[in-house]
């Protein structure tokens, strides 16, 4: 989310809080795409997310068993190689993807991870993550910030100006 201050006023706009302004418009196509599609799966999907780690998932999605999805957009090649941690996400979910775009070469991805290959409409899974079922008490945590996220997100939307008096320290 970005927050802006405008100094003469006094006002301060939460932008939009679905957006942290860091994403390119390939990758928020690529998000787009992939989370219509994981939603006809019946996955809740949250970009951005947080991690215990302090490592941030691009898509966290929460299927109907509780299963955990991490997928990591990559819109472009230099995207992909300057991104070293992306095993580290493993450890918070049941299965890891990368998702990106049609003009990205999909040989450049690793075996370890599903692919999936989406636009701003849809997507589709190229390559099956392999599966690793996380321990209860990671999937209860994992599932707990998912929960607390969307519910502040949600707030966020519904009452954007109750962030301003914390803006202003």
Not at 10 to 25: F, K, T, V, W
Not at 34 to 43: P, V
Request: aromatic share 8%; proline share 8%; glycine share 6%.
């Amino acid at each position: 989310m970005v927050i802006e201050n405008d100094m003469a006023s006094g006002a301060i706009s939460l932008g939009n809080p679905l957006e942290d302004g860091r994403q390119s418009p390939a990758a928020q196509k690529v998000w787009r795409g992939t989370a219509r599609m994981l939603r006809q799966y019946k996955f809740a999907c949250l970009p951005e997310v947080t991690l215990g780690s302090g490592r941030r998932a691009d898509l966290l999605a929460l299927g109907p068993k509780h299963e955990l999805l991490i997928v990591e957009v990559k819109s472009s090649v230099a995207d992909f190689r300057a991104d070293t941690k992306w095993p580290d996400y493993r450890q918070h979910c049941d299965q890891f993807y990368f998702a990106t775009h049609p003009d990205v070469p999909l040989e450049i991805f690793p075996e370890e991870a599903g692919l999936i290959l989406a636009d701003g409409f849809g997507a589709e899974i190229i390559r099956e993550a392999p599966g690793h079922r996380i321990p209860p008490a990671t999937r209860k945590a994992v599932i707990l910030r998912f929960a607390r996220h969307a519910a502040n997100r949600l707030h966020d939307l519904l009452d954007p100006e109750s962030l301003q008096p914390y803006n202003r320290l």
